[in-house]
């Protein structure tokens, strides 16, 4: 209506606090959004309008406050039937609103910009698909990005049921949280229903000319949604994803008590999209789960878990909600517990713990000793820092920390608080004490001291064990306790005590718990009894701490395959690469205790983890001048494998995988350019080959050329582009450097396989001027405040080229606080992996006689 009433008519961009978001909710309680959505021009070009009317009260009429939008420009504001006045915006990103009534009823219309490419991501974006030319639009909220769609109370504590209607052109499919009813014929207008009490961080809004598969669960619809470029493999993949659906549904609703409350529960699986997000009843996520080929088991695995995830926060989140973003770190901690107990009832205890440790619980542990650790419960005054603390503390310490608590009542009275929690706290916003509250309830733990000490101070402790013994039995065992807390954090930890078997292998003689708390522990049940290879702790990985085993387990600590169980091996494994993370280690000890593993694992998946552990040693913890016979010996480990007796299609898929990565000399080449050759259907294990011999100078660029027009996946053209830039030629690094910057960045999986290429381990000589105009980019960037582009530019770090100057280069970046939060800790992360793994080649270069290879305290 009134272009004055905003000014110059752009409302842009601004934040928001903790204070004045607890103020706003302390004075209104909303009720109804009625949101109408045009996106019929997003066919075209990236412009939309929205209508917004909203209900709401005010605890203390006559006072005033703000309503949350970003939009090119507003066309209109009535407040109870008054149109504002020119001075209704406040500041950026805000329409004042004021005086208020006890009831109050809101109109917004405004028209509103679509993001691409490097804005991907925030409120909705445009996407269209480069094989095909086809628009496709969706919506991410999380964690304040709703007012760029709608005018809205984008805050999680003001929740509100959304009654949405959506105008489409007419051959498109949109979806959203509430069950959809198509248009009439000859109509473009989508209904929705009404949903439950929501915050805005869950609202969705996705449309397209979509590819739909629809399944179900009990009388729920359950709808997956691709761009038709991907329809093959949607068909594909669908039905083991409704199944999962179907399994993780159940199980919820039997762990909780509590059914699910949607109408319907969606996927949309979409280009661009980082991630994946728990919007109620309409999962949004990356189209790359949607296979182009037959995928590893690892591959399977982690798309299993994810889905579990953003089921879990269908309860943990959605039904009951965080008050402020502080509590965000309970939400995805919930789901990722919760996700991994419900994997371990379809892939067995040990596989899904041993999972978790190496993809989460490993990340957590670097997190919590890099500068940038904080408590896993800390302050978060602001978006910024909301955003900021989405890392490894918040998903994986807080997951084992639940995963400790649990196993300290025991998983029935867990279970038991968790049920009471979602039943009376259902709709509501809640804080940590309202949990705790409830685990006191039924365990009698004194929770709020629990929390204290685990959720409110970071750091991770040491356990150092200590034996003494003569004639081959113990005269004393105890367990030293070394911690950052002050009072010292309460350890319930297992021991387990593993004796040789004469066969080369280690059986488990008896598993003891012992407490520790301070000063440490004295193992008395072992006083008199034989000397075992090796005393573990925390074989069952459910305390997290860091751990050192003593002077006489160190051999077999060593030789992690020799144990019996899966996840006593994982954690042997890790905290020998924890111990190289500490440079008391060189890479190669973890590189050949990962190989000897590569014999005995079985699961394809944790063979895969396995390895991709020892790649990591094997090129960022190994000096350049000795990788090239680390990976050799890990590609061997892989060939040895392959070619003995017995096992399954997926391990071998696994292997080869593994092997590829690794592969170095000639022979390794030739190998990779037979499998490249024979293996026409698996498409993810053909694009490793052609990235490993390109890499290697030893095919052309004309093979990826075709490689590209052979393989159906729609994105193979980006695929081939990215794999060129890792040719070790400086023409194919510049490509590969503009490719890394241009502005129209590839989706975030893309980044990552842009840096895998480009990054080669073995280039270092050829990449080192590279990190330096990387760098120069970078702090252009900063210069041209173009964030979004500086986070996708930071992703791609190199972790395997690091100069000295380089490293002192990416702490000055990361310090500098002109840098958005999330993106400094990103950066200085980075930088204290790279110092750390710089002291780590130091001790391989030390030479033998100088370096300590032992594995025990000394
Ligand atoms: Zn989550």
Not at 374 to 393: F, L
Not at 532 to 537: C, D, E, W, Y
Not at 636 to 658: E, F
Request: with cysteine.
């Amino acid at each position: 209506m009134d272009d004055e009433l905003v000014g110059a008519g752009a409302v842009v961009d601004g934040g928001l606090d903790r204070r004045e978001a607890a103020e706003r909710a302390r004075l209104l309680e909303v009720g109804e959004y009625e949101v109408h959505l045009d996106l019929t021009r997003l066919a075209d070009c990236p412009s939309f309008s929205s209508r917004t009317k909203v209900g709401f009260t005010c605890g203390e009429p006559g006072a005033s406050t703000w309503i949350d939008l970003v939009a090119e420009r507003v066309t209109n504001v009535e407040l109870n039937g008054v149109a504002l006045e020119g001075d209704a915006v406040v500041r950026p990103g805000r329409i004042r609103l004021g005086p208020l009534l006890a009831e109050n009823t809101l109109l917004v219309c405004a028209e509103h910009s679509a993001g691409s490419g490097a804005t991907a991501g925030r409120g909705l974006t445009r996407t269209v698909d480069p094989s095909d030319g086809r628009v496709y639009v969706w919506s991410q909220c999380e964690a304040f990005e709703a007012r760029r769609i709608f005018a809205c109370f984008d805050q999680p504590d003001l929740k509100a049921t959304f009654h949405l209607t959506v105008a489409v052109p007419s051959e498109w499919i949109c979806v959203s949280n509430g069950i959809s009813r198509a248009p009439d014929r000859g109509a473009d207008t989508w209904r929705f229903s009404r949903t439950p009490r929501l915050p805005t961080y869950v609202f969705a809004v996705c449309a397209g000319p979509f590819h739909q598969v629809e399944g179900r669960y009990q009388d729920i619809p359950i709808r997956l949604h691709s761009r038709q470029s991907l329809r093959g493999q949607l068909d594909r993949s669908a039905e083991e994803i409704i199944s999962l659906t179907q399994r993780g549904l159940a199980h919820y609703e039997e762990q909780f008590a509590v059914p699910y409350a949607g109408d319907s529960y969606d996927y949309v699986f979409l280009p661009e999209f980082g991630g994946a997000m728990e919007n109620f009843g309409c999962v949004c996520w990356t189209d790359e789960v949607i296979f182009r080929s037959e995928p590893s088991s690892l591959t399977r695995q982690m798309r299993a878990t994810v889905l579990l995830h953003e089921m879990a926060h269908m309860w943990f989140g959605n039904l009951v909600t965080m008050r402020w973003w502080d509590g965000l770190w309970l939400n995805e901690s919930f789901a990722d517990w919760a996700a991994f107990s419900a994997l371990a009832t379809i892939i067995g205890e040990g596989e899904s713990w041993a999972s978790f440790l190496y993809r989460r619980k490993r990340g957590g542990y670097r997190a919590d000793q890099a500068p940038t650790t904080h408590a896993v419960n800390g302050a978060v005054p602001d978006i910024d820092a909301a955003e900021a603390s989405v890392d490894m503390i918040t998903y994986a310490k807080g997951a084992s920390v639940l995963r400790q608590l649990a196993a300290t009542i025991g998983e029935e009275a867990f279970r038991a608080a968790l049920r009471r929690y979602f039943t009376r706290n259902a709709w509501r916003n809640t804080e940590l004490s309202d949990l705790l509250a409830e685990v006191h309830a039924v365990s009698g733990l004194d929770a709020a001291s629990w929390a204290r000490g685990w959720l409110e101070r970071s750091g991770t402790d040491l356990l150092t064990v200590h034996t003494e013994h003569k004639r081959g039995t113990y005269t004393a065992v105890s367990v030293r306790h070394r911690t950052p807390s002050s009072p010292p954090l309460d350890h319930q930890v297992r021991i387990g005590v593993y004796d040789d078997t004469g066969s080369g292998h280690l059986a488990l003689r008896q598993q003891l718990t012992l407490r520790v708390n301070g000063d440490g522990a004295e193992l008395a049940e072992l006083a008199g009894a034989p000397v075992a290879s090796l005393l573990l702790p925390n074989d069952d990985d459910r305390d997290f701490v860091k751990m050192r085993v003593d002077q006489d387990s160190t051999a077999s600590l060593a030789q992690p395959w020799r144990l019996p169980f899966v996840l006593p091996r994982a954690v042997a494994l890790t905290t020998l690469e924890d111990m190289m993370v500490d440079a008391q280690l060189p890479a190669s000890a973890v590189v050949d205790a990962a190989c000897g593993c590569v014999d005995v694992e079985d699961s394809p998946a944790q063979l895969e983890q396995v390895v991709s552990l020892a790649y990591d040693a094997a090129t960022i913890w190994t000096p350049p001048e000795k990788r090239a016979e680390s990976l050799g010996r890990i590609a061997d480990a892989c060939l040895r494998r392959l070619d003995g007796p017995g096992h399954s299609r997926q391990l071998t898929q696994s292997l080869r995988y593994g092997f590829t990565r690794a592969a170095v000399r000639t022979d390794h080449l030739d190998h990779v350019a037979t499998l490249l050759a024979r293996d026409a259907d698996d498409h993810a294990l053909r694009w490793l080959c052609l990235q490993r011999l390109v890499g290697a100078c030893w095919i052309g660029d004309e093979k990826l050329d075709s490689e590209a027009t052979r393989d159906p996946d729609p994105d193979a053209p980006a695929r081939a582009s990215i794999v060129r830039s890792a040719r070790g030629t400086a023409g194919a690094k510049d490509l590969g450097l503009k490719l890394m910057f241009r502005e129209h960045l590839p989706c975030r999986t893309q980044r990552e396989w842009l840096s895998d290429a480009f990054w080669q381990p073995l280039q270092g000589e050829l990449l080192a001027p590279y990190v330096h105009a990387y760098l120069a980019q970078m702090r252009m960037l900063l210069t041209e405040e173009r964030y979004d582009a500086l986070y996708a530019a930071a992703v791609a770090f190199p972790l395997t080229v690091a100069a000295d100057d380089c490293v002192e280069g990416l702490a000055d970046l990361g310090s500098d606080t002109r840098v958005p939060a999330r993106i400094r800790k990103m950066l200085l992360d980075r930088w204290d992996l790279l110092r750390r793994a710089t002291r780590t080649h130091r001790l391989a270069l030390a030479g033998d006689s100088d370096a300590p290879t032992t594995c025990g305290n000394q």
